[in-house]
């Protein structure tokens, strides 16, 4: 397996609640940087030509992600038979969903009670996605997850935004380069953060904590990211379900990251 087992800071519960709400409003800006709204939105058509669904249930939602917004293209796309979200997560923070909920965002709710994406049967109806949260599973636990897709049949749509195809020894080497400029993007990147908190400024150009943990966790997702090999050696395949892995694309034809999507055949 090509993937190797790095830390990420945001993995950590012990880290404050200001610092990693700091960090996730950078994700969403940089999903709004890389045009992961239009992806998603283009996926999520795709696979409502093989399957019906008229719910989303996302996990691992963290503070929102790129998900509601998707859903708002998508609706858009067809205000006839529009399509509701429920953010979940195995430890959802009270104070996000709370923030969340009380924004009465058309069809998005975020449930309050820890969902376990490797306990798929028992969770909410509709398709089941994972953004950019899946290369934070262990090998076993991401098996786990597949292997229980597959037996409960239930769809689910997994989107990762890198592709994990640099050498190790090169990532290593290029490491004090791609550190620095990450560290940078932080600070071009925080004024288009909203709502913008006073935390957010502070701890990024006063006391660089969020840089320092932004650009380091960017680089070691890079190496945490299962390969395509990598997917297919944790798969059981079943000739009732289909596994599709394959390039994420933007309207222009550009690679935009990878997805797994599985439904039963």
Same mark, same amino acid.
């Given at each position: 397996m090509k993937r190797i087992e790095l830390f990420e800071f945001e993995d950590f519960h012990w880290l404050p609640v200001s610092i990693r709400s700091g960090i996730t409003n950078l994700i969403k800006v940089f999903h709004r940087m890389i045009g992961?709204? &239009? =992806?998603?939105? #283009? !996926?999520?058509?795709?696979?409502?030509?093989?399957?019906?669904?008229?719910?989303?249930? *996302?996990?691992?939602s963290g503070s929102?992600?790129?998900?509601? &917004? =998707?859903?708002? #293209? !998508?609706?858009?796309?067809?205000?006839?038979?529009?399509?509701?979200?429920?953010?979940? *997560?195995?430890?959802?923070?009270?104070e996000i969903v709370e923030r969340i909920n009380s924004r009465k965002i058309p069809n998005v709710q975020y449930h309050p009670a820890s969902v376990d994406a490797r306990n798929i049967a028992s969770t909410p109806d509709g398709l089941k996605t994972m953004v950019a949260s899946f290369h934070h599973m262990s090998p076993s636990v991401a098996k786990e997850i597949l292997h229980a897709a597959q037996e409960s049949g239930q769809p689910i749509l997994i989107y990762e935004l890198a592709k994990n195809n640099v050498p190790l020894l090169l990532w290593?080497?290029?490491?004090?380069?791609?550190?620095?400029?990450?560290?940078?993007?932080?600070?071009?990147?925080?004024?288009?953060v909203r709502p913008l908190s006073f935390s957010q400024i502070i701890f990024t150009y006063l006391i660089p904590i969020i840089p320092i943990i932004y650009a380091w966790d960017g680089q070691a997702s890079l190496m945490r990211t299962y390969t395509f090999d990598d997917i297919e050696s944790l798969l059981e395949k079943e000739d009732n379900y289909v596994w599709e892995i394959q390039d994420a694309l933007k309207a222009n034809g550009k690679t935009a990251g990878y997805y797994i999507f599985g439904y039963s055949g």
């Open positions: 992961t709204k &239009e =992806v998603l939105t #283009n !996926l999520l058509n795709k696979v409502r030509e093989k399957i019906h669904f008229e719910q989303i249930v *996302d996990m691992g929102g992600g790129p998900m509601p &917004e =998707v859903v708002a #293209n !998508l609706n858009s796309q067809n205000a006839a038979n529009p399509v509701h979200l429920l953010l979940t *997560d195995y430890h959802p923070g009270p290593w080497l290029l490491l004090p380069i791609s550190l620095p400029i990450l560290f940078g993007m932080v600070w071009f990147m925080t004024p288009f």
